[in-house]
């Protein structure tokens, strides 16, 4: 008899307890278990599962499937969907309408909540991920809540993304994820997702081995002799599941040699497993092992009636069929009646592989009828049709596009298989423009997913198909290839595929031309080649002039507008612009819907016009348009616009949350480009709200990230914001470094347009700090020359603003203050507070030193005012000591509880417990742990203790705490206990993550 209770794992249990009770005290976190094949990873998690429910937790299961790996969110639908499904009501009252029209598509039993709201598109499906983590942070507000999930090398694409999602960003509550895994059988992005969360502290992995020789005596109970249990632990490596499998006392033959070592090859285990399971299935009568095939084709687990289907045998029997495979023990019930499980996945597929080839194809088919009689979800049917159908079966094609159209929003990676599987059956006879289709929705779903070879593939092979005579379909196909082939940084290619294609156009002016050159501008954009730009977009434009065609010339005109935007060449651009804005704001949503790249690009140019308030209007409109016709292609540009237009004209929290959304989507879809982009306009955000250690983070993946590109302005812009987040770390000297190095020398030439200015005003900075005043003085002659060849104000401010940093360097205060104040006026015309404010600070830095004590503190408290209307909270610090030089305190409404105190005196109880585990050295997820808060509450009070405490980084605060222990440590002290910083603790000093780019610079 073989033990029942579990053998061995002590290490592990102990492991186990100690995540519990820290559960229980409200902490959340992650476990892996991860092991070969039948090394006991289900036992142990039952085991978890077991201890959590005796303990008062709430413990969810569910498991991925072998075969069934396209059914989206299985797993977490397996693990919830039934408990949903039972909820009262108003458990979910608390979600808002939002989370729940996402989660309506995601679980099955929650569908009839779906409101009349849209739904994120493909683009944002990280939504659908954030209501997931709402959902679960909900089920766990009473009690704590643990949920496995088994087999989830196995698990659908949709559900790796999802639990990547929650791995990034933990639930805040008190949630437990574990999963269990067979290492060799991931799939790499969950692979990569582990890795990083453990890495990270996070995750805690726990390794499955072999049981000892001990542990598998007590195993084994009576069942074998000494010599037996010898022969059998050598064979069976110590893996429980074999070991079960030799121990079995069967005695029939197991068939012929070659049988068994053809299933030992298909399921990889030792031959004498496969033997032993082979003898196994000899025993079975011939109707039960009919069910059994039958069931190993329906799924596991499965309903007797499909297996009965798939047998084709009538229910009646089937029913006494099952009776004997539970009494032989290899299936066993579920909590579900009529539902039943293999005894183990390697079970069902050795069944599965045992079952001669073209028989399974008939069950398959037959599954697939028996569904479809029942109304079961395309899906569920698809997976089956996908084995069974044959060429040329127009039902089954159409079941599978059906399938990929469903899974295309939240699950592309499965659509993309749905229609390759809907590609394959598509008969020789069938017409071009049909496969065409497909391919072009394969592609799509491939590129949603950053698989960008495969999607290119596809479309090449569509080009090849599509009808001479379908100028259109030809058209969209080639601008979808070159898209494809900008993605993967083919930029030659795609121009000579743009090239080719214009001159093989039976009609010069048409809209398919029109496209076409658009594309070949934008191609020339990409690469930076802003005059070659301009010449095709002009041509774009006269040919669209003479379409009478509005939403498509707005398009055209668009490009000539960034263009010119991106160099010196004022006079045409301001024109540019003009035209198609007033075209795009003469054009209905609904026209705007057909080429809403109009109003992005045309946003896009305004982002280097200073025109901000027209960028942001323009970017917002077709964000909106676009989430409400589900077009997403054009969401990251957007988002990178709208994140930079709201920084500058001062909406930092809208900016950030915009940018955090924009960095989760990029993510999943897989742009390197826009990722970067977004994670330095993060990093700027960060800055000035005072949040250092996210600003160094994401300018650091930025920089990392844009290494390998060619050079250009994305990896140019990723250098000049990670050296902005050096400065303001006290490495002036890397800062100089990096910029000189990456973003195109003194001039910083690899910055387009007069954004230039920016980035020589930080060199300029950068300078001063390190004493450089010649280099200094050269950088802010150059912010100068840009300043006046571009005539824009916001690069005429920072020019100024260079200037006067050089001068009261030099000693010249007067005329610092004068540099300073113009640097402010012309900020403010083009309506960017938070540079304004800065000029301030400038101006009135200078001002003071120039002996104009008053009008200094009037600019300051103007600064200090504007910034913190802005939430730039770290800037207006700066205003404010400048103030406090000059004896002027500012009363700002201190937090309650603490009236009056200052620096570390003035936190509360919850801030001081926060600034003491910083001492300690633990990250802001590991405090966010401990103390049970959410990561972004942690934040949110880090930031008020800087502030507080007036420093601005984490070594300043543990710099701080020290001396006031110190203080306090003194007999006079006055300590009252409460406020004690555990004097005689070991502190550790945290350091500011180092930046890693200066190993590539040595
Ligand atoms: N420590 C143990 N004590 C008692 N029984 C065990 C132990 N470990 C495993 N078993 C038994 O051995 C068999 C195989 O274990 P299990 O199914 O947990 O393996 P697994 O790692 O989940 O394999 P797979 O990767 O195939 O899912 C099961 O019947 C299980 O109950
Ligand atoms: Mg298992």
Known sequence: MLAEHLVGRADELGSIDEVLAGLRRGRPGAIELAGEPGIGKTRLLRELAARAEASGLLALSGSATELERDLPFSVFVDAL?????????????????????????VFPSLSALAPAREVAPRHERYRSHRAVRDLLGQLAADRPLVLLLDDFHWADPASVE?????????????????????PRQMPERLAAALERAHREGWLSRIVLGALSLAEMREFLGEALDASEAAAVYEESGGNPFYLQQLARPLGRPAGA????????????????????????????????????????????????????????????????????LLRLDLIHPTDVPRRFRFRHPIVRRAVYEVAPGGWRLGAHERCAEALAARGAAVAARAH???????VGDLAAIEVLREAGEQAARLAPASAARWFAAALRLLPETAPGEERVTLLLARAAALTATGQFAGSHEALLEGLMLVPAESIALRTTLTTACARAEHRLGHYEQAHGRLVRELGGLPEPISAEAVDLLIELALNEFYRSKYHAMYDWARRAVSAADRLEDPPLTAAALAMPALACAMTKVRGPAQSCRTGAASLVDSLSDHELSRRLDAAAWLAAAELYLDRYADADAHASRALAIARATGQGELFLVLYEILGRAWYVRGKLREAIELLDGAIESARLLGQTQALAGNLFNRSVAAVATGDLDTAMITAQESFDLTRDLDEGFVPAWAAVRLAGVLLETGQPDNAAALLLSCAGGEEQALIPGSWRAYCLELLTRSWLALDRHAEAERAAACAQATAAAGQLPLAASWADRAAAAVALHAGDPA??????????????????????????IAAGRALARAGQAERAVTELQRAAAQLDACGARRYR??????????????????R???????????????????????????????????????????????????????????????????RADRRRARPTGSDDGRQSLGAGRRQRLPNMPESRFLAGLR
């Open 81 to 105: 969907d039934d408990y949903l499904a039972g909820l009262p009501p108003a458990t979910l009252a608390a979600l808002d309408d939002e989370v729940l029209a996402e989660l309506a598509h």
């Open 162 to 182: 999802l639990f990547g999602a929650l791995l990034r960003r933990p639930p805040a509550t008190a949630v437990l994820l574990v999963l269990a895994v067979r």
């Open 257 to 324: 040699a070659s049988a068994v070592a053809k299933m030992s090859r298909a399921i990889g285990v030792p031959s004498a497993v496969a033997a032993a399971l082979a003898e196994e299935l000899a025993l079975l009568s011939e109707s039960a092992r009919l069910v059994l095939e039958g069931a190993a084709v329906a799924g596991d687990p499965f309903e007797p009636e499909l297996a009965a289907a798939a047998a084709a045998i009538a229910e009646d029997s089937a029913i006494g069929a099952v009776d004997e």
């Open 384 to 390: 089956h049709v996908e084995r069974s159908a044959r």
């Open 815 to 840: 005329y610092a203050a004068e540099r300073g104040l113009a640097a402010a006026a012309a900020a403010d015309q083009a309506g960017a507070p938070i540079e304004t404010a800065l000029s301030r």
């Open 877 to 894: 610090d700066e205003a404010e000591r400048e103030l406090g030089k000059l004896g002027h305190r500012v009363h700002r409404r201190t």
């Open 896 to 962: 309650p509880g603490k009236p009056g105190a200052a620096g570390i005196e003035s936190l509360t109880g919850r801030e001081l417990q926060v600034a003491r585990l910083v001492v300690d050295g633990k990250t802001n997820p590991q405090i966010a742990a401990e103390l049970y808060l959410s990561q972004k509450t942690v934040e949110t009070h880090l930031r008020n203790i800087f502030h507080k405490v007036d420093v601005s980084s984490r070594v300043g605060l543990a710099r701080a705490i020290e």
